[in-house]
């Protein structure tokens, strides 16, 4: 049976380049999301709902699983997020303007925004 791509999860911009670095030579997905609340779910609603579209697309992962990771950022909870000055916004690097983000790490490959992540068949090809 074929293995998961190895997940990660990081809560800042310097967490999300140490593994980057570590991870160097790897597909790499990373996908921005909300905070977990106490009911185990991001208090970000369109988080939620593109949640099982990502996590069906990880599962299903056709390439080699140990030349991928899945990296899952967390951006804070919301007055976090909402301030213009969160390390995610303001990052040269990442430069996120909402939440869910999916992107892959050292390619052209246009990330996919919020709406876009609660496409089941574009998250799936996204993976591809």
Do not use: Y
């Not at 609660?118 to 998250?123: N, S």
């Amino acid at each position: 049976m074929a293995g998961r791509i190895p997940q990660l999860q990081v809560e800042n911009c310097a967490e999300l380049f140490e593994k980057i670095e570590e991870q160097k030579g790897k597909r790499i997905f990373v996908m921005f999301i909300g905070a977990i609340d106490e009911t185990g779910d991001s208090w970000c609603p369109d988080c939620v709902r593109a949640e099982p579209n990502v996590e069906k697309a990880v599962e299903n992962f056709q390439g080699d699983k140990n030349a991928a990771v899945f990296i899952l950022a967390i951006v804070g909870d919301r007055p976090t997020w909402k301030d213009p000055n969160n390390e995610f916004r303001v990052h040269e690097k990442l430069r996120l303007k909402s939440i869910p983000t999916l992107m892959e790490w050292n390619t052209t490959k246009e990330p996919l925004g919020d709406e876009q992540c609660q496409k089941a068949e574009l998250v799936e090809s996204f993976f591809e």
